[in-house]
């Protein structure tokens, strides 16, 4: 049996998974059983990050990924973002990079700015 928090919301519950028929307990909601289940076997993050931005009043913009991403491919996504630099104004919702890194996420901008 493995044990993991879920993470998907605060409530942050405390799950057993058995690694053999992936059965998940301890979760309060259909949600955790998707979360233990994918830690088991492909887990994936949602990863939130901020780009550089020219031309506005702030010099960060707040960006996440659309989906969730794997977890390996994590750190590959947020240091390709250390080259990107975007041009106020940007809306809420704009892709500022499509498919990052191959993952078949967007990064989008959460920010009017
Ligand atoms: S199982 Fe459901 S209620 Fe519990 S932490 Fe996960 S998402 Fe939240």
């Known amino acids: 049996m493995a044990e993991i928090i879920c993470i998907t919301c605060p409530k942050g519950c405390h799950l057993t998974v ?15 059983e998707e979360y233990g289940r994918n830690e088991l076997t492909h887990p994936v993050r949602m990863i939130t990050s901020t780009v550089k931005l020219e031309g506005g009043r702030f010099r960060r913009l707040p960006v996440k990924t659309s989906q969730s991403v794997p977890k390996e491919k994590m750190f590959e996504v947020v240091r390709s973002l250390d080259g990107i630099v975007v041009h106020s104004p940007v809306h809420v919702g704009d892709i500022i990079v499509k498919d990052v890194c191959g993952t078949g996420a967007d990064i989008i901008a959460t920010r009017d700015l």
Do not use: A, F, M, W
């Open 18 to 32: 058995d690694e053999k028929t992936l059965e998940v307990r301890g979760n309060s909601c259909p949600r955790g």
